[in-house]
């Protein structure tokens, strides 16, 4: 591509040493040449600095004293590289060489796209094998402000082929404009992990903006948490940063029905935290106070195209 943007890839490595050489040897194989790397090393062994210190040298290595979690730590990479376009992208990921090529090709042939991603598989890591199973196409949004992966678990059988917009777009692999970081001012840091994606993509939206995915940047995620095999800290942090994303994204002008089927489903949400996570039901009333409403540019009807039951 001539006169090529810069990319900058920021990867946080948290106990990644099994994952770190296979995603940065794919990312080596890369067709696009404008790319930085950066590995956040997010208070993690030594092993991570040793691998990409004598097997990597041209990725840049940044040793973290505290462990940011995930928003924080991909806004101080970005922080660093403010007027290049971002790709976050998980350790556990590996993209084929065109990934990135495709997904800048698609930012810049839809204008209004923020954010963009690709065809993301399921990576069988411990066999060492790439699988025809959906892990994300995207992410949907449903009447209950209940968010879900679209796709997840399907085989692919070209169902979602092509460019298409979503509601949003996971955290485990999206390339995002400068300039709308910037205006977003990045992940809630208040979000040490889970959901922060799902807030980002829905003030996105109500800045004006959209999100795009392109089958054909492909890539292959090795999902470490599993549905049904979620634990309780993380089924309570999601309640908590999920309640913070309803509150600044909910819109007073959205009908009732949307209206009553998220109070609903909230409402046994949290019956159901309250007897079994009452620490993490504390927490979010706790803060529930200091959550201000996001900025909203566009009417509410225009959002409400993106509810699907």
Known sequence: MKDAPRVVIGLLAYKSEKYIRYCLKSLEKQTYSNIHVV???????DEVDDIVTNEFPNVELIKSEENTGFGKGHN?????????????????IIVEPNFVKDLVNCLYTHPKAGMVTGKVMRWDFENDKKTNFI????????PSNKVTDIGTGEEDKGQYDGTREV?????????IRPEVMKELGGFDERMFMYKEDVDLSYRMQWMGRTCFVTSKAVAYHDRTE????????????????HHI?????MSPDYPSSIKFKTWLYESAKGFYTFFTN???????????????????KVPAQEMLRWFSD
């Open 278 to 296: 009452f620490m993490c039901y504390q927490a979010w009333h706790h803060i529930k106070g200091e959550i201000k409403e996001t900025s909203k």
């Open 135 to 142: 892990d994300t196409m995207g992410l949907t949004i449903h």
């Open 226 to 241: 599993q549905v049904g095999r979620v634990s309780k800290k993380v089924r309570g942090m999601s309640f908590v940063h």
């Open 167 to 175: 509601f949003g777009l996971s955290g485990a692999v999206f390339l």
């Open 76 to 92: 101080r990479i970005f922080n660093l590289n403010p007027n290049d376009l971002y790709l976050c992208l998980n350790v556990d």
């Open 245 to 249: 994303m309803l509150k600044k994204n």
């Open 39 to 45: 590995v956040w090393n997010n208070y993690t062994p």
